[in-house]
């Protein structure tokens, strides 16, 4: 009696009195009574302080790989190993200090006199949290093993394998979110045991990081995934990627098939890894390809398949991969031009306002191609110029980027003061091989690509430029790039109530006083500025400065890049200085200043943009100053959570990459998906 309670108190415990097994990947309590594993933690996960309260880490938290009905009375431990007991009931869990996660042998022995007839069951319920927005999972059933897979919205998962004691094996599973909780419920058929006959039954747990969901684990606590574009052209590359990932460290080797190189990847425990192939397809039709990881030894570990649509026709994925967006083209005199916008039905004049004169004159001296425009346009509509120099709209939900031509859509800015907007986007800078790029993939809440096209201006006088254009007006919003390597792109901000109320007061007590801001400062800022300095110089001017609420991106051909996190003429002007391992980004949070303003807004949008910029170094391996356009490319298309392309369900903002935008200063062209480019061909455009 004496050596088991010396045991009992050697036992790590957690202040719930629940027993504590961990090394440095995973930290797992386990119930003594019922043998239930109540938390399971990937110490690798990602952490930040918007979801460090909300989840962070947790795989799972509830009651675990429970043994139905099972009381246990006695607890031992030994290094890596738990033990706990109860007559004829025995559970072992056992830990290595490289694994991530654990392994579980479970022993029924019939200590009666008489038969037993006993059906057993495992049984899992994972506790319903308000910060698990939803929760992706799988499992099945074959023979006598069985698997069960959940994977959380920031990436974190598990995957729990079994055999049964007899076969088949029958499973259950029930995927909850939010209050709700997930269920997991195995079953082995009725079986007699005689007396002094010992049943026994065994499961492993993989605890990850940046893994995927699967229909098809390895036998061996490996995940597997593949992602095929879903379309493609006979002898032009279609992107592959695999993404893998493992319970115990180990060099894997992904084969392809058909053949497209093989990649060797050395795997941390827990850690998901992504490798990126090109397959050439020879013929029309299906492309099929397998991915197969192998170690050392040639041992197959996990097999991944994908397929894509090669030069289709009539099908419906290969109308949506050969899509374009609208597309709009101005060139000539800005008097052309503004003639042309009113040919289009772009421009339209309105009763002019007694100050109209006075801000025309400012336009004239300060922005004169904008003045030239207007000139043309009311040319063309037989009226005085007056009457299309107009004040900005009144009210925060109708200003977006300056004076207004014509009547703008309500817009809904992503704030604590305002319900979410539908748009979202992160735009990302990189610095490689193929010069500075900026890498926008924009987002809404749902797959509707309304209102978003093309935009190419080639005037006579100022700097010719293209842009990527969105609501509210269709044609004077967007972000893009210049003939001299300028480009814009930008993201719903997001930032906190105070900081909107303070710079909507603001830029409301400016306007209302009579002074002026830019007018379509997207348009302008491409026509008059060749680099970021001009561009910040242009945001600022102490007389007609930049009204915009978002978060900007600037990229020049010199490799200077800056963020303008804004509230109408309230600003932080953040430039690149080159430090820290990771990419410069301008996504859904703003970046607190020491004053208070400029803290982020709702979490779920903030985690999904800081989720992204961890993906991008920890497993596409981003290093900025060496990404290619190639590379650029591929990052775009990854997928999981914290990745580039999404799909509404696996991230924490739910939200839907409508566009992929990638513009290269050196060359000035701007290439774009209308939809994601896993599923839409993304088309070069040219300032030609």
């Known amino acids: 009696m004496i050596a088991r309670i010396a045991l009992l108190l050697a036992l790590a415990v957690s202040p719930s009195g629940e027993l504590v097994l961990e090394n440095e990947f995973v930290r797992l309590a386990v119930d003594a009574k019922s043998g239930a594993v109540t938390s399971l933690i990937a ?61 579980l042998q479970d022993t029924l022995r019939n200590e009666g006199p008489e038969p037993q007839r006993l059906q057993v069951r495992g049984r899992s319920r994972i506790d319903g949290e308000k910060w698990r927005l939803k929760m992706l999972g799988s499992s099945g059933a074959r023979a006598q093993d069985f698997y069960w897979r959940t994977v959380t919205l920031y990436g974190v998962g598990f995957l729990y394998q079994g055999r049964a004691p007899a076969g088949p094996a029958t499973v259950e599973h029930k995927l909850g979110a939010g209050a709700s909780p997930s269920e997991f419920v195995w079953d082995a058929p009725a079986m007699t045991v005689a007396p002094g006959q010992t049943v026994s039954w065994t499961g492993a747990v993989l605890v990850d990081v940046w893994g995927r ?53 050395d795997l941390v425990p827990g850690v998901a890894r992504i490798a990126f192939f090109d397959f050439v397809p020879k013929a029309k039709g299906e492309l099929k390809v397998t ?62 306002d007694p100050t109209a004169g006075e801000r025309l004159a400012l336009y004239r001296r300060k922005f004169p191609f904008y003045a030239e425009m207007l000139e043309g346009a009311a040319q063309a509509l037989g009226v005085e110029p007056e009457r299309l120099a107009l004040p900005p709209p009144r009210g925060p939900e109708l200003r977006f980027g300056g004076q207004g031509l014509q009547p703008m859509e309500p817009v809904r800015l992503h704030a604590e003061a305002n319900p979410p907007t539908a748009e979202a986007c992160m735009d990302v800078f990189f610095d490689g091989p193929d010069g500075p790029i900026n890498a926008f993939s924009k987002e809404r809440e749902n797959a509707n690509l309304g209102g978003l096209g093309y935009l190419k201006v080639k005037p006579t006088r100022g700097y010719a430029y293209q842009m990527y254009i969105m609501p509210p007006r269709n044609w004077s919003h967007g972000y893009g790039v210049n003939s001299e390597g300028l480009s814009t792109s930008g993201a719903t901000l997001n930032c906190d109530g105070e900081t909107t109320r303070k710079g909507r007061a603001v830029t409301a007590d400016w306007i209302q006083s009579g002074k002026a801001v830019a007018p379509i400062p997207m348009n302008m800022i491409l026509a008059m500025c060749k680099n970021v300095d001009e561009a910040i110089a242009f945001i600022e001017d102490a007389e007609a400065p930049l009204d915009f609420e978002g978060n900007l991106l600037l990229v020049d051909r010199a490799g200077k890049a800056a963020r303008v996190e804004s509230v109408g003429i309230f600003r932080q002007v953040i430039r690149h200085d080159g430090k820290g391992p990771g990419c410069f980004v301008a996504g859904n949070y703003a970046n607190p200043r020491t004053d208070g303003f400029f803290r982020p807004g709702t979490w779920e949008w903030a985690a999904n ?80």
């Open 291 to 352: 991915f197969t990881a192998v170690d050392a030894a040639g041992k197959e570990l996990a097999r991944a398949g994908a397929s894509a649509l090669i030069d289709g026709g009539a099908e419906e994925a290969w109308k949506v991969y050969t899509r374009r967006m609208p597309e709009q083209v101005y060139r000539g005199t800005w008097r052309e031009i503004g003639a042309q916008l009113v040919k289009s039905g772009k421009l339209g004049a309105k009763v002019a």
């Open 609 to 688: 943009t800081m989720l992204r910029e961890r993906f991008l170094t920890e497993v596409v391996g981003v290093k900025p100053d060496r990404m290619s356009l190639k590379d650029v490319f591929r990052a775009m298309e990854t997928h999981a959570a914290g990745g580039m392309c999404q799909h509404v369900v696996e991230n924490p903002g739910s939200l839907y990459s409508s566009t992929s935008f990638v513009a290269v200063t050196r060359t000035s062209e701007l290439w774009l998906s209308h939809g994601p480019p896993c599923q839409v061909r993304t088309l070069k455009y040219t300032l030609d």
């Open 213 to 265: 969901d699967t229909q098809a684990p390895g036998p061996d606590r490996v995940i597997l995934t593949a992602d095929l574009r879903v379309a493609g052209t006979v002898g032009e590359p279609v992107p592959a990627a695999a993404t893998v990932v493992s319970a115990t460290p180990r060099r894997v080797k992904i084969v392809t098939s058909p053949p497209a190189g093989d990649a060797e990847l």
């Open 43 to 103: 110490k690798k996960a990602p952490s930040f302080p918007v979801i460090a309260e909300r989840g962070a880490g947790v795989a799972g938290r509830g009651t675990l790989f429970a043994w139905d009905g099972a009381a246990f009375e006695t607890a031992d431990r030994s290094p890596g190993e738990l033990v706990i007991r109860s007559k004829g009931r025995e559970r072992r869990i056992r830990m290595d200090p490289q694994e991530s996660g654990f392994r």
